[in-house]
Every structure is written in C-alpha cells, then in structure tokens.
C-alpha cells in the first residue's frame, strides 16, 4: 500500500510541478496568465502575495501530490489502455471543480469571470497537461 501511495503522489506531484511551469507561458507572449500561487496564498491563506508566494507554490504541489493519491484511487480499477483519456477527464474535472466551485468561494465568479479570458483558457490547459502528465508517470510506473 505504501508504494502505491508514493507512486500515485510522485505522479500528481511531477503534474503539479509542470502545471506551474505552464502559468507562465501565456505571460511570456502578453503579460497574462493564471498564477494560482498568487491566488491561493492571498485569497485563501490571506498572506500578501509577494511576499509569500512560495507558501503558495508548496501549497499547490502539496494538493497535486494529494489528487495524484485521489486519481490512483479513483482510476486503478480500470484498464491501462484507458490511461490517456482517464487523464484528460480528470484534468477536465479539477478544472470544472476549480471554476464553478473555488473561484466562485474565493470571490473570483463563476468560471473565473474576474480573472478574464486568457487566465480561464490558461487554467484549462494547464489543469489539461496536469492530467495527461500525471497519467503518463503513473502509467510508467
């Protein structure tokens, strides 16, 4: 049981770890983007996000280590040829999760109205790749 549990964390940790590179791409090209560092330590954690948004990246890779456990429980009974879509639906769910239920909570609208287009579009994507890197990995595995 606990290698399962490791091997499930390290792959939604490894997720994680790439989600966060992929917030900063679409501010590379235009100064936009969903940092939700910034979002999770001053909207839910209530630091000032300069000065603590480390705090938010350790919170965020410890949530994806979390949901790479939830998905290994979740997706383990079904068949190794289903990975890649299993991946993609869960990626799809967190990020449905995330705007109709967190934002909403955080005061950033349904769908993340506040945050404008391009962080919504960025969220989605990168909540995309989360699940198909976290399914590749537990797949090696």
Known sequence: MGAIFVRDGLSGLVGAV??????????????????????????????????????????????????????????????????????????????LILMVGVLPAVGEGYFGVKLGRPARLSSLVSHLVYGLILSAVYLLW
Do not use: C
């Open 18 to 95: 790439v989600m966060v590179g992929l917030w900063h791409v679409p501010r590379l090209w235009n100064g936009e983007g969903l940092d939700l560092s910034r979002v999770i330590v001053t909207k839910f954690l209530g630091f000032h996000a300069n000065s603590y948004s480390q705090l938010g990246l350790a919170a965020h890779l410890l949530v994806g280590f979390v949901l790479g456990v939830v998905y290994g429980g979740i997706f383990h009974p079904f068949p190794k040829s289903l990975e890649v879509l299993n991946g993609l639906l869960y990626g799809l769910l967190l990020w």
